[in-house]
Each structure stands twice: as structure tokens, then as C-alpha cells.
């Protein structure tokens, strides 16, 4: 028997979950970075990541959480069970909109390949270019501009420790 996969109700689960939760984000002072629904093991995920000038709190977290569940139990834009969570995105935040790139240019970040480029899978540099198509342009710490495809990324994060001694 095969596992129960998410039944979408009348659209994309992310962008109804997201759309749902922006007027709590707003009401909050947060701004919602990202919007994920990922399978882990044998369970579902509704990660709801926030952020806000001075990073979030757990307080932050419950009460964004508190005010979303209520509306996603009424709602039910998901017929699979799920565990909500509601987090930081992180120091090493991943970078996946393009209001993302666009907030983090001359910033270290590191990208991931999908297939590895001369034998290598991650370049670390300083995000240059975030281009509409989605290809992003960085510059190594030796100089050299190195240029990526959407098609071609896994995944896109700031490197935090760029300027720090070994």
C-alpha cells in the first residue's frame, strides 16, 4: 500500500498556508520568510519561518502558532495529519525567494549544486547578482565571479563565519 500523500484543496498547500498566515505575521510586527510542507520519515511538516529586526523568539513563535492553528484546523487546507512548527530561519538562513536574494546581495553566502561542477558541489563567495530567471552570480575569496542556473542549484544559504579566523 502506498503512503498517504496531501490532498491539495482547490491550490498550491504552500501559498494557501502562507496566504493564511500573513495577516497574523502582519498583526504580529514579523515578517513570514518562508512557507514549507515537507514529508520527514513517515511525517508531514507545516514549517511556518519567521523573522523580525533583532531575531525572533520562542515567545514570538507561540504566538504566531497560537493564533495560525485555530484558522488551519477551520480551514483544513491539509487532509493528511501534520506536525505545525513555527522557527527562526536561522543565522544560515536558506534563500529561496527572490526578495531573499535581493535583502542579502554583498552578502557570504554558500551554494549547493544538484551535480557537482568540475568535482565540486559547494562555493562559498559574496552573492553579487540575483537574476530574474533565478541565476545568482557570486565572487570567490580569490576573485574569480562564478555563475550559477536555477536548474543547476539545490540549495542557496548565508555562510556566517566568512570573515572569521580558522
Known amino acids: 500500500m502506498a503512503p498517504a500523500t496531501p490532498k491539495?484543496?482547490?491550490g498550491n498547500t504552500v501559498a494557501i498556508c502562507r496566504e493564511l498566515a500573513q495577516p497574523f505575521v502582519d498583526q504580529l510586527g514579523l515578517m513570514l520568510w518562508d512557507v514549507r510542507f515537507v514529508k520527514e520519515g513517515a511525517s508531514w511538516y507545516l514549517r511556518y519561518?519567521?523573522?523580525k529586526e533583532g531575531g525572533v523568539t520562542v515567545e514570538d513563535c507561540a504566538a504566531l502558532s497560537r493564533l495560525i492553528n485555530p484558522v488551519l484546523d477551520e480551514v483544513d487546507p491539509i487532509e493528511t495529519?501534520?506536525?505545525l512548527e513555527v522557527m527562526s530561519p536561522g543565522i544560515e538562513r536558506e534563500l529561496t525567494r527572490p526578495e531573499h536574494?535581493?535583502?542579502y546581495l554583498d552578502w557570504a553566502v554558500v551554494v549547493r549544486l544538484i551535480r557537482p561542477r568540475d568535482g565540486v558541489r559547494e562555493f562559498a563567495g559574496i552573492l553579487n547578482t540575483y537574476e530574474e530567471d533565478g541565476t545568482?552570480?557570486?565572487?570567490?575569496?580569490?576573485?574569480?565571479?562564478l555563475?550559477?542556473?536555477?536548474?543547476?542549484?539545490?540549495?542557496v544559504h548565508i555562510l556566517d563565519d566568512w570573515d572569521?579566523?580558522?
Open 49 to 51: 519561518l519567521i523573522d
Open 8 to 10: 491539495k484543496k482547490g
Open 101 to 103: 536574494f535581493e535583502a
Open 164 to 166: 572569521e579566523d580558522e
Open 147 to 155: 555563475r550559477f542556473e536555477k536548474k543547476d542549484i539545490a540549495l
Open 136 to 145: 545568482v552570480i557570486i565572487t570567490t575569496e580569490d576573485g574569480e565571479e
Open 81 to 83: 495529519s501534520y506536525c
